[in-house]
DNA sequence: CTTATATTTGACAAATATTGTCAAGTCAAT
DNA sequence: ATTGACTTGACAATATTTGTCAAATATAAG
């Protein structure tokens, strides 16, 4: 239960990589991989595809805590956060189920 | 399980009121109202608040319904939208028990 | 204490996304 | 054909988000 910040700080720490590597590798500004390691920015959906691949054993997780923040920052002060979220969940069942083409 | 769109129809009809009314009553230009009950454009906060007064008796119907739907527009493309769900239920959770003042 | 390297921060620019409006269109009933 | 309710499309207006750069901070080494 990281954020994706969190997730992607231990990665990279894991592996024993400074920003500007990193940010070498994927064409990322450090300073803005700095940002998203501290929560301060949002990675984009490019971003996280081309850091789920970098730390490839770890993609889903890396995919997984982004998305849920992303959720969570849609929510988190409204008192029927839970409620809505369990509705949401219904919800995309549904569309799971139904799905078009 | 319903959308914002079709809670706010299924209120407004109830109630036998015409878009232009309900429109006139909280400032809102009626063909945004109309493109908000087809969900073709999302109601903002203040919007829903305003709104959610309005058919009173379902108010947390109102809120629920959009906050899910906001929920579900992030992720419903995801293969791990899901699991992202489940995360960002626990993340939630943590967040009330562990909240600042 | 000075230098070197890594990271962080703040302010702003740039890009994107979202919402609001208006004129024109459809549709049904009369 | 006219009227009334609603819808649609294109565009304007706003708002939000992201990216960049220079400066600040931090830490370790010499």
Do not use: C
């Amino acid at each position: 239960m990281k954020s994706i910040g969190q997730t992607l700080r231990e990665l990279r720490e894991l592996k024993g990589l400074l920003l500007r590597e990193v940010g070498a590798a994927l064409s990322i500004d450090p300073t803005l991989l700095s940002k998203i390691e501290r929560n301060d920015r949002m990675p984009t959906k490019e971003q996280v595809s081309a850091l789920s691949e970098f730390y490839q054993d770890k993609k889903n997780e890396v995919i997984i805590a982004w998305l849920s923040d992303k959720l969570v920052y849609e929510i988190q002060d409204e008192d029927l956060a839970l409620a809505a979220m369990k509705v949401a969940e219904q919800k995309i069942e549904y569309l799971k189920t139904h799905k078009a083409q």
